[in-house]
């Protein structure tokens, strides 16, 4: 692989808040991280400052579960962002904590943020995060109003378009971008942990969706690019940009600049390949110096693997995946 692989996602907790159907299913069997098994604020700044910047990260994403979840969310934001070697560092959300964290955070140092909103529809938002008492949106609302109003911007929104749940509502989502400084992201849905709603409709290729918005504004390719793997365009005029992450239907392994974190320690090359993954947890807390816990993950590195995602049935442990998309830091 000829990419350079600078950019760390960090999951802080398995937790989440809500329970959405393309993340944790109904029915999926769900066993949280006890304390002790997670990384704690201090190791996660360690292993930051002295093994992953040393062998050339710079780009750090913090991601859960749901991260805002996490004791000390601030005090680790501040520590990764106070290290002079960080370009970037950036936060996944559903911001329904975000409202009374967004000063904070913004203030410690983070740089971008991007939350998950796959609805603008109350009943369809309370529906698809799995959400059966009082209606959640207006508080997630409140949460990406305050990260607008601080000044993260721009602003990042994750939509999962479900085929018959939200993608009738694509134009709405878009329209979000022509008088806001807002990134709105449409995403593939990927049957992690789910194959049950992983049928011949399951996800909606993004090549339609691009299809859709051309047939009422128009579409053209953005000068805006970001760390990760979207296909950026804009609608003319337009003060934001449409992004698409195409991995079901565009495989962009090839393109990989990243690996990941587990809440409980294990360093992964890819989200669903994991061939070769360490246990740095482990290794910190049985004492291995900073230079043989750097040897470990140039290793890993080295041998990180270019996995098509359409390979997950191909027989090898590899290709076996039964935990859900918050167990794994997606």
């Known amino acids: 692989m000829s990419n350079i692989i600078d950019y760390l996602r960090i999951s802080v907790i398995d937790k989440c808040n809500f329970r959405c159907q393309y993340c944790m ?50 005090d ?20 329904f904590l975000l409202a009374n964290l967004a000063g904070e955070l913004y203030d410690a140092g983070l740089n971008r943020i991007n939350i ?4 603008l529809n109350p009943e369809t938002f309370d529906k698809i995060i799995g959400n059966r008492g009082r209606s959640r949106w207006q508080q997630t609302w409140q949460g990406i109003l305050a990260a607008h109003r601080v000044g993260f911007d721009p602003l990042k929104l994750n939509v999962v378009v479900i085929p018959g749940v939200n993608d009738r509502e694509v134009l709405d989502l878009a329209a979000l971008t022509l008088d806001r400084h807002w990134h709105v992201r449409f995403i593939e849905f990927m049957p992690i942990g789910n194959p049950e709603l992983f049928g011949d409709r399951a996800w909606i290729d993004s090549e339609e969706l691009r299809q859709t918005i051309r047939q009422r504004w128009g579409l053209e390719a953005s000068q805006v690019n970001g760390n990760g793997p979207a296909d950026v365009f804009q609608i003319p005029g337009a003060k934001g940009t449409i992004g698409f992450i195409s991995q079901m239907s565009e495989c ?53 693997p270019e996995v098509n995602f359409k390979q997950r049935d191909s027989g090898t442990d590899a290709g076996v995946y039964t935990r859900t998309m918050s167990q794994i830091g997606g």
């Open 25 to 74: 299913p109904e029915g999926a069997k769900l066993n949280y991280l006890l304390g002790g098994e997670l990384l704690t604020n201090k190791e996660i700044a360690t292993l930051v400052k002295d093994v992953f910047i040393p062998v050339g990260f710079t780009k750090f994403r913090l991601t859960g579960g749901e991260p805002l979840l996490r004791p000390g969310i601030v």
């Open 76 to 95: 680790i934001v501040r520590d990764i962002a106070r290290q002079p070697q960080t370009k970037d560092l950036a936060m996944t959300t559903n911001a």
């Open 116 to 119: 998950s909103l796959d609805s």
């Open 252 to 304: 962009f392994c090839d393109r990989c600049n990243r690996i990941r974190l587990s809440a409980d320690g294990w360093l992964r090359p890819c989200l669903l390949n994991e061939q070769g993954q360490i246990d740095l947890k482990t290794m910190l807390r049985k004492g291995m110096s900073a230079i043989e816990l750097q040897q470990q993950v140039k290793q890993l590195l080295a041998i990180k």
